[in-house]
């Protein structure tokens, strides 16, 4: 079935400690988009990538990063996590920018 | 910036009771509207859209009607079911804006009982 997959599906990670979220999908989309949900917040955007080889600052960057190499591949790094950091993370992705997106079914990430 | 107010929750209602969620938004530009569904466990699903002032959006018995006027795409379904629960987000997103980023509300938990 075409879609997105996270991986993992939830992790806890000590502080300090560096992490990389996976997500990859298989619809050929352009755009891919990674957001963190936090209780009463609703989603915020970390990064985006409106095409292979292009990435954007998003509305909460700071601590992470990501990588666009190829179409299908859109992963997130935390180089240095922090307990601010713990939080359900989704991938999601897109024909072009500014169309309807698909989500990921998250993966939930608790630092200590 | 763009913003996106919708109704707190959680909104617990009876079985096909009427439901209506407010939602509310600033923009700078010309921007869509969405209605994203999340069952529990899982991520966000597109529910309906609307990309223009008067367009009416419609899936599954949910329907919300694009205002400019009040600025408003409130979300509505005449008779809800148990199998309507979940959390609904208002969303919209803005062609001026360079990252073509979607903005959320907060998130309303709707709890429907038999």
């Known amino acids: 079935i075409a879609g997105i997959t996270q991986a993992p599906t939830s992790q806890i990670l000590a502080a300090g400690r560096r992490m990389t979220l996976r997500c990859t999908q298989d619809m050929r989309h352009n755009a891919m988009y990674w957001y963190r949900q936090d209780l009463g917040l609703g989603l915020r955007l970390i990064h985006y990538s409106n095409t292979a080889g292009t990435t954007g600052k998003g509305e909460v960057p700071d601590g992470y990063s990501v990588s666009r190499a190829n179409t299908d591949d859109f992963p997130l790094t935390l180089a240095s996590a922090v307990p601010s950091q713990t939080s359900v993370y989704f991938c999601?992705?897109?024909?072009?920018?500014?169309?309807?997106?698909?989500f990921g079914d998250g993966t939930r990430l608790s630092i200590l | 910036g763009d913003s996106v107010t919708q109704m707190e929750g959680p909104v617990t209602l009876s079985e096909e009771a009427c439901l209506t969620i407010?939602?509310?938004?600033?923009?700078?530009?010309?921007?869509?509207l969405f209605w994203y569904v999340q069952y529990p466990g899982e991520g966000l699903q597109l529910l309906l859209k609307a990309t223009k002032a008067d367009d009416k959006g419609s899936n599954k018995g949910f329907e919300a009607t694009y205002r400019k006027e009040t600025t408003s795409f409130h979300l509505e379904k005449g008779s809800v079911q148990v199998s309507d629960s979940a959390v609904y987000f208002c969303?919209?997103?803005?062609?001026?804006?360079?990252?073509?980023?979607?903005?959320f509300g907060g998130g309303t938990r709707l709890m429907v009982k038999p």
């Open positions: 969303a919209l997103s803005d062609r001026n804006n360079a990252g073509n980023m979607l903005t």
């Open positions: 999601a992705s897109s024909e072009q920018a500014n169309q309807p997106q698909h």
């Open positions: 407010n939602c509310t938004y600033t923009a700078t530009g010309y921007p869509s």
